[in-house]
């Protein structure tokens, strides 16, 4: 069963414009939602991430936007670049826990110049 | 500093054989996991721990061992290694729950 749906497998966006990966989750007790970038070859980084106490955050021109009542949140990037070219996992955890991950299945963005 | 360090970066093994995949944090952490990706899947967890001395299971427990006798080192043992088991291996570490996972650079398994 999977506890974290990630949408689109793959996006490809021009240069400038906003990609938009989504991320459903069906446990009510998750409570901390980050995201993950990866690039080939390495492993994932954390992005940017966001508590359920509140409906949006931003840092850059990267932006989470959640929907608590949903369940349901997204990652928005503005003006992508060639550089964002990577695959990004959203994520879920619950306090009881430990530090247990819930991994969505990833998108892969391509940015074409 | 180092960070999380996973040895080694490509191995082949033949069925039935086991070994051993280190993985070595430098920074303090008390969270330490075991990951594995396949294609379309995401990052599936194995095994985690909490503080040296405490292991559990994740999603995917099954064909792996763990222990953590100190808090920098965390291995992952196949005790007998199955097609099943080629995979990406990822070793993370966290400071606590919500400040996020450093992740190591991962180890590409062959199983023949």
């Known amino acids: 069963q999977q506890q974290v749906k990630q949408s689109p497998q793959s996006l490809i966006v021009q240069k400038g414009g906003i990609s938009i990966i989504n991320c459903a989750y069906e446990?009510?007790?998750?409570?901390?939602f980050p995201w993950y970038q990866q690039f080939p070859g390495k492993g994932p980084a954390l992005l940017i991430a966001?508590?359920?106490?509140?409906s949006e955050k931003k840092e850059g021109r990267f932006t989470i936007s959640f929907n608590k009542s949903a369940k349901q949140f997204s990652l928005h990037i503005m003006d992508s670049q060639p550089g964002d070219s990577a695959t990004y996992f959203c994520?879920?955890?619950?306090?009881?826990?430990?530090?247990?991950?819930?991994f969505g299945g990833g998108t892969r963005l391509m940015v074409k110049p | 500093n180092a960070g999380v360090t996973q040895t080694p970066k490509f191995q082949v093994l033949k069925t039935g054989q086991s070994m051993t995949l280190q993985c070595a944090q430098d920074?303090?952490?008390?969270?330490m996991s075991w990951y594995r990706q396949d294609p379309g899947m995401g990052l599936r967890l194995i095994h985690y721990?909490?503080?040296?001395?405490?292991?559990d299971q994740g999603e995917v427990p099954n064909g792996y061992n763990v222990s953590r006798s100190t808090t920098e080192d965390f291995p992952l043992r196949l005790l007998s290694a199955a097609p099943s088991q080629t995979s990406v291996y990822f070793c993370?570490?966290?400071?606590?729950?919500?400040?996020?996972?450093?992740f190591g650079s991962g180890t590409r398994l062959t199983v023949v």
């Open positions: 994520a879920a955890s619950r306090g009881n826990a430990g530090n247990m991950l819930t």
């Open positions: 721990s909490v503080g040296a001395g405490i292991t």
């Open positions: 993370a570490s966290s400071y606590f729950r919500t400040a996020g996972y450093t």
């Open positions: 920074m303090n952490h008390e969270y």
């Open positions: 966001i508590r359920p106490d509140v």
């Open positions: 446990n009510t007790a998750f409570d901390y």
